[in-house]
């Protein structure tokens, strides 16, 4: 069974770096099959992509986030981890962290979808 | 603002059917599959359908989606109080590219 689970300071003030972890554990972020997202929520909001990367190291990010987040791989610890620099309030939200499942047929297009979730962690920015 | 168009609300009464709308355009549903996502209140969301109408294992037969166009759907039938949640349709968008959420959509049990 896969779980993941994020980690990391609550608190950030703004100007500085968000760093998180998510632990996966039941199956390896190298096996190939899968991508590995974060995702966020901002308070009483709806979800947002922060981004994905395949464990070859390439990672797509949302365009909105693209000049402040790095998604990364440590094979070695079977984690993922997200830094998003400079914050501001705006980025306080809860965090996930997801294996993602996407692929593309000529017939449908693409199918993305995150299965499963971590339960998420509230980072909230402030002096 | 989202790409994906959901109504904020919803609402039916136990045993009721309910639909959820998710709305977009050919650079997103129109030309790639939708997913629909369940949040339970102060819970990580849930998959509940994929590829349009695929239900996983453990998701029950009450639910289903369905896929017309630059349209979606979510069904909900003999509505539970436990259905009460935030639901989020979520497909690929070629104008980012990427994936983009709906806005999402809270369904009240009345």
């Known amino acids: 069974q896969v779980q993941l689970q994020e980690s990391g300071p609550g608190l950030v003030k703004p100007s500085e770096t968000l760093s998180l972890i998510c632990s996966v554990s039941g199956y390896s972020i190298t096996s190939g099959n899968y991508y590995w997202s974060w995702i966020r929520q901002h308070p009483g909001k709806g979800l947002e992509w922060i981004g994905y990367m395949y464990p070859s190291g390439n990672a797509h990010y949302n365009p909105s986030l693209r000049s402040r987040v790095t998604i990364s791989g440590d094979t070695s610890k079977n984690q993922l981890s997200l830094k998003l620099s400079s914050v501001t309030a705006a980025d306080t939200a809860v965090y996930f962290c997801?294996?993602?499942?996407?692929?593309?047929?000529?017939?449908?297009?693409?199918?993305?979808?995150?299965?499963?979730w971590g339960q998420g962690t509230l980072v909230t920015v402030s002096s | 603002q989202s790409v994906l168009t959901q109504p904020p609300s919803a609402s039916g009464t136990p045993g009721q059917r309910v639909t959820i709308s998710c709305s977009g355009s050919s650079s997103n549903i129109g030309g790639h599959t939708v997913t629909w996502y369940q949040q339970l209140p102060k819970t990580a969301p849930k998959l509940l359908i994929y590829?349009?109408?695929q239900r996983p294992s453990g998701v029950p037969g009450r639910f289903s989606g369905s896929k017309s166009g630059t349209s979606a759907s979510l069904a909900i039938s003999g509505l539970q109080s436990e259905d009460e949640a935030d639901y989020y349709c979520a497909t690929w968008d070629d104008s980012l590219p990427g994936p983009v959420f709906g806005g999402g959509t809270k369904l009240t049990v009345l």
């Open positions: 590829t349009n109408n």
């Open positions: 997801g294996r993602v499942l996407l692929y593309y047929s000529e017939t449908n297009g693409y199918s993305i979808w995150v299965d499963p």
